[in-house]
């Protein structure tokens, strides 16, 4: 999308023509920018990790009492506030986890600490308390709880409207908006032969 609109604006400015090449192949490396330089520049090849970061820690999921939460700590400072929240700001000093590299390095050990002072914890609770430490974290939500979420926001995702064999249907609204543009209605898709006759006195006469 943003190629054929650079291409557009190419177009306005020089008043030539834009030819787009664009493989699949290379829009997935694009999409993995960290297992990509992690090959070119040390040999790395990456293996499954589950939810957790590559190279940072902790940044991953963790198991709170009734769900997971993602934590996502990018640097030393933000441990130490982690260690001081969970109780044992001596984490923060302690060899395994004096940097990044140390703690990506003792990830297993680390993740039980955490788990350990989540499970206790409702996930909206520890996230809550993350929060207010300003730790970056959230609650994995569901898919249903996900769009819960969206239809009570101001920009609802999810819309309802009638079909005229199935009923009340929802349907994804767009997701890209512009203050210049009006928030379009979905159309339902037309039923068979629905169109005939417009088709036939606009077309054909």
Known sequence: SWGILAALYDRQQSQAGVYLDIAMLDCLFSLMPTPVAQWMFNGDIATRIGNRHPLSTPFGSFQAADKQVVIAVLNSHQFARLCQLMGQPQLANDRRF????????????????????????????????LAKASIPASVVFDMQEALALAQQSDRPFIR????????????????????????????????????NELFFRQQLG
């Open 98 to 129: 004096g940097s990044d590299q140390d703690r990506t390095n003792n990830e297993a050990a680390l993740k039980q600490i955490i788990e350990t002072w989540l499970q206790p914890q409702l996930a909206q609770d520890a996230v809550a308390l």
């Open 160 to 195: 309802h409207y009638p079909h005229p064999r199935l009923g009340d249907t929802a349907m994804m609204a767009q997701p890209v908006r512009a203050n210049a543009w009006a928030q379009a209605d979905i159309q339902v898709a037309p039923t068979l032969g629905e169109h």
